[in-house]
């Protein structure tokens, strides 16, 4: 049984730093995942934050978040991580990360849109007071 379960949330200051963690278990290898991070705020739907493919040798972020915040992942460990820089007001959401595999398939090696995921954790609450 896959799972995907999030850590690190909390309530920071604007211009504060959090990093978030996402513990992957079960399923296929997860050096054969794309990960990604997406984040939910009050009112709003889902937006996507950040990419990574199974190697990590390519990244994409959203473009309010660029130059702010950065997604790795350690293989080894099965663990994927979002260091959140200079946060502020309207970053608060819940965040989530999310899986699929292209291990045997011909599907891309990084994907933007939600539909591409697979699998999502329950998710972790940033809090960004002004």
């Known amino acids: 049984q896959v799972q995907l379960v999030e850590s690190g949330g909390g309530l920071v200051q604007a211009g504060g730093s959090l990093t978030l963690s996402c513990a992957a278990s079960g399923g296929n290898t997860f050096s054969g995942d794309v990960m990604a991070w997406y984040r939910e705020a009050p009112g709003k739907g889902l937006e996507w934050v950040s990419s990574?493919?199974?190697?990590?040798?390519?990244?994409k972020y959203a473009d309010s978040m660029k130059g702010r915040f950065t997604i790795s992942r350690d293989n080894a460990k099965n663990m994927l991580y979002l260091q959140m820089n200079s946060l502020k007001p309207e970053d608060t959401a819940v965040y989530y990360c999310a899986k699929y595999s292209i291990l045997g398939t011909y599907r891309s090696r990084l994907a933007e849109t939600s539909y591409e995921y697979d699998y999502w954790g329950q998710g972790t609450q940033v809090t960004v007071s002004s």
């Open positions: 990574i493919s199974s190697g990590a040798d390519i990244t």
